[in-house]
Each structure stands twice: as C-alpha cells, then as structure tokens.
C-alpha cells in the first residue's frame, strides 16, 4: 500500500510527458509577426513580405495619431524652463523668415505683377518649414500639443505645467520676432527694396481692426493645429504638408501671432505705432484667435473622436 501510495504521489508531483505545453511557457509572439498576422481571409494567400508591405503602408488610426502626439507633449512638459526658452527664441528669429521671404519676392516681382499675391504666399511656409523640421518651440503649435495630456488627465500639476510651457514659448517667441525686427531695421543686413517690401506688408496688417485681427486668426490657429495631427502620418512628405497649409493661411489672408508680431514690431521700431498699442489691438487678439482655433476647436476634437477609444 505505502508503495502504491508513493507511485501515486510521485506521479502528482512530476509533470505529464504527454501535455508539455500544459506547464511549459508558451513562445513569446514576437511584435512582427503580431502585425503580420492576416487581418482578413483575402490577406491569408499573401507570403509573410508581402503581408508585412500591406502593414508598412497601412495609414495610422486616429487613436495611433492621438498617443504619437501626447507622448510628445508629456516630454515637452517635463523639459526645463531654460531649454523651452531658447528653443522658443530660436523658433521666434526662425519664423521671421516667412516674412522677409514675402518682402523678398515682392521686392523681385513688383507690387503691381498679377499673380503676386500666390507666388508671395509661398514664401510665408519657408519659416514654418525651418521652425517645424528643427524641432523649435512655436506657440501655436503647442495649443494642441501639450493641451492633449490636459484633457487625458487633468489635474492641477498639468494645467501648472501647461500654463508655465505657454508662458515661456510666447515671451520667447514675441523676443525672438522683435530682436529680428531689430536687426532687420537697424542692422544693415536686408536690401532697401526689400526691406521697403517688408514694412509695406506690415502696414497691410496693421489696418485690420482688433475685431478682423480675431476672427482671422480662429482658422490659422485651427490650420496650425490639424497640421500638426498630420505630421506623424505624412511620412516623407512633412515639407508638403507644411507649404499647402502655411500657404494657405498666407492666401486666405488669415492671422498668426507670432508671424505677424514680427511684422508689428517692424512698424513699432520704425515709429509708426506706439508698443501699448500693438499688443493691445493687434497681437493680443490675434492670441486669443489662435488659442480658440487650435485649442478651443480641434485639441477638443481630436480628444473627442478617441476618447471613448482609449
């Protein structure tokens, strides 16, 4: 009995030959061959490269789009005021391309050449080309950035950090447009024609009233911030996708702040508006159209559509 009563023990302790996988661990999937796994029955006759082909050139989901860019706005959170900074001033001199490089192409055109005004728009993307690729702090495209870990969690720490990253970014951006100002007016380094070009642009946006200033900058602020959406899903074609809707801000005559400050600051510097009234009746509305665009409108869309997603 006590031999029989050992044998049964014996065979309750030691694992079964004829079902190893019941107590092995099975072999981790790996990350490919998850992706590569057929979706759909007209997938299954595809070889494995070509299943993997159909998976690289697949479009990212809304939600894919949506955890790209709030990882990336927790990271600009976290970075310190020093580095948000210069980063900021740095996109502020960077963006001051866009309008020496209309006053460039009015110079060489001629204010009277018939198709200026669309040949001149494309010079407003060259800034946002350098400030984007470079990864540089502009103000607008943070109304949608670091907004998205705000409505994924909000808390007090996060609206602190959201508050202390626009603060920053701005004053940053509106010194770096007004040191350009500066250097374009006084440094010597622009051609009078072109430097004439340029404040003739800038008177044209000095006559818009604070009310025409608003509403123009609701659609840049939105056009900034689906740009933006897109970005991680261009693959190879950022710089197209930056020239089409820079460009189109530029043409439909619509708002940026911080490229328009520079051309604001250019008229303070030459005397022909006073600074309380420049940030008061051209800079600030602009601001607030900006943030009701890209903020106000498409940051809570985009959490919307993935909310219940997530």
């Not at 969690?153 to 100002?181: I, K």
Request: glycine share 8%.
């Amino acid at each position: 009995m006590k031999h029989d009563e050992v044998d049964q023990s014996d065979a309750r302790t030691k694992p079964s030959e004829s079902s190893p996988d019941q107590h092995e661990p099975r072999e981790p999937v790996s990350e490919r061959e998850a992706r590569n796994r057929p979706q759909n029955p007209s997938e299954e006759s595809l070889t494995e490269g070509e299943r993997e082909a159909v998976t690289e050139h697949g479009s990212l989901s809304a939600l894919s789009v949506y955890a790209v860019i709030l990882r990336e706005g927790e990271g600009e959170l976290k970075r310190p005021v020093t580095s948000l900074w210069w980063s900021g001033v740095a996109a502020g001199v960077g963006i001051s391309t866009s309008v020496l490089t209309e006053g460039i192409i009015q110079a060489k055109l001629g204010a009277d050449h018939p198709y200026l005004a669309l040949i001149q728009s494309l010079g407003y993307s060259f800034g946002f080309v350098l400030v984007i690729l470079c990864r540089l702090q502009l103000f607008t495209e943070n109304t949608i950035t670091v907004v998205l870990p705000m409505l994924a969690q909000p808390s007090r720490r996060r609206f602190y950090c959201t508050a202390r990253l626009w603060g920053v970014v701005l004053a940053a951006n509106l010194f770096g447009t007004f040191m350009t100002a500066a250097i374009s007016l006084y440094g010597g380094v622009i051609p009078a024609d072109t430097l004439g070009a340029v404040l003739e642009l800038s008177q044209h946006v000095a006559t818009l009233t604070p009310a025409e200033s608003f509403l123009r900058a609701i659609p840049a602020g939105f056009f900034i911030a689906a740009l933006v959406w897109m970005l991680p899903s261009a693959k190879g074609s950022e710089v197209l996708v930056i020239v089409m809707f820079t460009w189109l801000i530029a043409v439909g005559g619509f708002t940026h702040v911080i490229a328009g400050s520079n051309e604001i600051f250019l008229l303070v510097l030459n005397g022909d508006m006073n600074m309380l009234t420049a940030l008061i009746y051209h800079i600030s509305p602009v601001l607030i159209g900006n943030v009701l665009g890209g903020t106000g409108l498409f940051a809570m869309l985009a959490h919307g559509q993935v909310r219940e997603e997530m």
